[in-house]
């Protein structure tokens, strides 16, 4: 019996999609080609990899909670699982439950009351270092401030000291698990990613060590899972997990923001009045943040255009059927937020930046599974009420003290581990008055 595969483009689609992808620099525009001629389901053949694509509402229901079990997120061969070896990110089934469980309750709605104030004085601590009418690339210096709250919050540790030392090391596991040629070549060489994965490594344990000696019941990730009874090796792979995705996703959320603000002067000086309205000059809060609803409209309109995490992968566990399409079993399946946010069927005008999408009035009617940027199902982004917090706390904060007026120079779309504005966003910041 002959298996029918979601289709593959035609090749007009595959010329208009290389063009796309010259343009463009990089393999969302050509996915984006493939899903106008083909829909929300379609499979492609890229130099032997050769995953089938989903994307749309109903393609994620399916994936993320209908048929939740029969995919897998863990893929051997792939550098993220090499690299997290047993984090939450990167197992399955019971093992991804308990260690779920066992890192919830440091990422509490209640615990965000906690990390507030440090989420006002790493930005602080950061933007100390700007001179009146610098231009600095905010992609940098928003990197600086998501690496200090992640392990500032979560860790209980101040990174000041040790950030610049392990930056490069850093950006070279982050450029490890980006696309790249593994993808093509299965065990593909690490190349010098190997001291810079000891490097952090060793950070990791030295801090485990640490608080495995001090014993002093503290509610941050760290110490919950210390308490827990897990071996080293087990909290070193959760500590990663967060240290990487927890930082990476909340870098690119704030550098796009700052981008799309630059972009359009008219929605920053909104955003703005906003801020100097409900905030009076005082420093952003839990409770006076709840007021700023503009900002909540321009942030989750910044992750509709550039979600950062733009691609999902899972391997298909037993043969499935999607919409008349046969799913085999073994099959490599990603998942495309990116493609979702952008599909004209679901959003008018996709690649415009209109915050007031998000407003009450025009969110009526949205179907589900359309807007989902940190995930869906029981599987979403455990960090999804921390980084969302945390974005309008920084932004808020940058839009009381500082202008910014974004360089001319081109920004495009790269997909490295997350979906990043390169070669970077670089602005040129005034204090105010």
């Given at each position: ?9 035609s ?27 083909l829909?929300?389901?379609f ?11 989903l ?13 939740r ?5 863990r893929i051997p061969t ?12 990167v ?7 308990h ?8 990422l ?20 100390a ?19 200090l ?38 065990n593909?060489?690490?190349g010098?990613?190997?001291p ?6 060793q ?20 110490s919950v899972?210390?308490?827990s009874?897990?071996d ?20 690119a ?20 009045g ?10 952003p ?31 298909i ?9 046969d ?23 996709p ?13 009526r009617?949205r179907?589900?599974y359309?807007?989902l ?7 979403n ?18 839009l ?11 920004v495009?779309v790269?997909m ?15 204090k105010r008055?």
């Amino acid at each position: 019996m002959s298996t029918k595969l979601p289709p593959q483009p035609s090749a007009q689609a595959g010329r208009l999609a290389l063009t796309a992808l010259l343009r463009e620099k990089n393999l969302l525009a050509a996915l984006e080609v493939f899903r106008a001629e083909l829909g929300d389901a379609f499979s492609f053949n890229l130099l032997g990899f050769d995953p089938i694509m989903l994307s749309g509402p109903e393609a994620n229901r399916f994936l993320l909670v209908e048929q939740r079990d029969q995919f897998s997120w863990r893929i051997p061969t792939d550098p993220v699982a090499k690299l997290l070896r047993k984090g939450v990110l990167v197992t399955d089934g019971a093992e991804h439950d308990h260690l779920r469980r066992a890192m919830q309750p440091a990422l509490h709605k209640r615990m965000l009351t906690v990390y507030v104030e440090m989420f006002r004085h790493y930005t602080d601590q950061v933007t100390a270092a700007w001179q009146d009418g610098q231009t600095r690339d905010l992609l940098i210096e928003m990197r600086r401030v998501a690496l200090l709250i992640l392990v500032g919050t979560l860790f209980r540790v101040d990174f000041t000291s040790d950030l610049d030392d392990l930056w490069p090391s850093i950006m070279t596991m982050l450029k490890h698990i980006s696309p790249g040629l593994w993808m093509f070549w299965t065990n593909a060489p690490a190349g010098n990613a190997a001291p810079a994965l000891n490097a952090v490594d060793q950070y990791l344990y030295d801090i485990i060590q640490e608080r495995r000696e001090e014993n002093d019941g503290g509610e941050d990730l760290l110490s919950v899972l210390v308490a827990s009874g897990m071996d080293d090796g087990l909290i070193r792979d959760q500590l990663l997990t967060m240290f990487i995705a927890g930082h990476d996703t909340s870098t690119a959320m704030l550098a796009w923001l700052l981008y799309l603000l630059g972009k359009h002067p008219d929605v920053m000086a909104r955003a703005r009045g906003e801020v100097d309205t409900h905030l009076k000059g005082e420093p952003p809060t839990i409770e006076n943040a709840a007021q700023l609803r503009y900002l909540q409209c321009v942030i989750d309109e910044t992750l509709r255009l550039y979600p950062p995490i733009h691609l999902g992968t899972r391997r298909i566990i037993n043969d499935l059927q999607f919409q008349g399409y046969d799913l085999p079993e073994g099959k490599r399946a990603n998942y495309s937020i990116y493609l979702t946010h952008r599909s004209p069927e679901y959003w008018p005008d996709p690649g415009v930046f209109n915050p007031d999408r998000f407003l009450p009035e025009n969110e009526r009617g949205r179907q589900p599974y359309t807007y989902l940027p940190f995930g869906g199902g029981p599987r979403n982004c455990i960090g999804a009420a921390f980084a969302q917090v945390e974005a309008k706390i920084v932004l808020a904060r940058l839009l009381q003290t500082f202008d910014f007026t974004l360089d001319p120079a081109r920004v495009h779309v790269t997909m490295g581990a997350t979906l990043e504005p390169r070669p970077g966003v670089m602005m040129t910041v005034r204090k105010r008055g």
